[in-house]
């Protein structure tokens, strides 16, 4: 068991989860979605390192280690689409993506 | 008020550090500002990490997520200029202010990481009850074969995508002059 307690890591992680939660909804840009992305996949992180430690097992390392590549594999694809809606609206903002509405 | 030890305090400190950052990133109006804080936020969150006895997890939160993923996010702001639609509108400000906020919480970060290399009695107590990357390894190439093996399968999906979105438009056609006629390829 290590020093610090399970359940302030998990609030740390929950903040964390909101602040970047929070983010996603409210920014327009594209650009900032992205980054609460991350935020939010790193509070994740956080929670499963937290737990990994409190059991001392190594499973939540491992897990974290999943959402590590997960992150670099969404970043990839959501730069890629950026750059192409750089290139074809001019703008980042997600609003101009609503031509799908029905 | 109870007495914390020098890990607690420590830990504290960390979270706290990266809740202020993650808060400026959400909150940025220049998006490479932004991307600074998130940068800082992910050390404060490595900080945790060793603190919470997962010193392989710490390197590679900085390895790959400070190293890797938001050194993507820099080359994609300023090759591509996503960052122009916002920089036209805010103020120029050429000072040392813009880069005050996330030095502080970079020098707060170095200030524990001496701390800790400098206290003996802190790494003993630190080292007791890590979980190494060996352990790490042997679960990740034993029971979790199947996800790793997906997780691979994930980056090659990423990969493509990625090389498939960001191609400039009409650059299909090069491919169309490679493609193997039946007659000059080799004789199968």
């Given at each position: 068991?290590?020093?610090?307690?399970?359940?302030?890591?998990?609030?740390?992680?929950?903040?964390?989860?909101?602040?970047?939660?929070?983010?996603?909804?409210?920014?327009?840009?594209?650009?900032?979605?992205?980054?609460?992305?991350?935020?939010m996949l790193n509070a994740v992180g956080i929670a499963f390192i937290g737990a990994g430690s409190a059991?001392?097992?190594?499973?939540?390392?491992?897990?974290?280690?999943?959402?590590?590549?997960?992150?670099?594999a969404e970043v990839a694809v959501g730069l890629a689409l950026l750059i192409q809606m750089q290139r074809r609206f001019k703008s980042l903002d997600i609003d101009l993506l609503s031509k799908l509405k029905g | 008020m109870i007495m914390l030890s020098p890990i607690q305090w420590m830990f504290y400190l960390a979270a706290l550090l990266a809740?202020?950052?993650?808060?400026?990133?959400?909150?940025?109006?220049?998006?490479?500002?932004?991307?600074?804080?998130?940068v800082v936020s992910l050390l404060a969150v490595a900080v945790c990490f060793y603190l919470m006895g997962a010193p392989f997890a710490a390197g590679l939160e900085v390895i790959v997520y400070a190293g890797a993923i938001l050194v993507l996010f820099v080359f994609a702001i300023m090759m591509f200029g996503l960052g122009q639609d916002e920089t036209l509108h805010a103020p120029q400000v050429a000072s040392l202010n813009i880069w005050l906020g996330p030095s502080c919480i970079a020098i707060i970060l170095l200030a524990q990481l001496v701390f800790v290399i400098d206290s003996g009695a802190l790494q003993e107590k630190l080292t007791s009850?890590?979980?190494?990357?060996?352990?790490?390894?042997?679960?990740?190439?034993?029971?979790?074969?199947?996800?790793?093996?997906?997780?691979?399968?994930?980056?090659?999906a990423g990969l493509i995508a990625g090389y498939h979105f960001a191609k400039p438009d009409g650059q299909d056609e090069h491919l169309s002059l490679h493609q193997p006629s039946n007659n000059k390829g080799e004789p199968s």
């Open positions: 068991m290590s020093a610090i307690p399970l359940s302030h890591i998990l609030m740390l992680a929950s903040i964390l989860f909101v602040i970047g939660f929070v983010g996603v909804i409210v920014r327009k840009n594209t650009l900032y979605i992205l980054m609460s992305l991350e935020v059991w001392q097992q190594a499973d939540g390392q491992v897990m974290f280690i999943l959402i590590l590549t997960l992150a670099a | 809740i202020v950052a993650s808060l400026k990133v959400i909150t940025g109006k220049n998006s490479v500002h932004s991307l600074l804080y998130l009850n890590i979980i190494s990357a060996k352990q790490v390894g042997t679960l990740l190439y034993g029971p979790y074969l199947l996800a790793v093996e997906v997780a691979s399968f994930l980056l090659l």
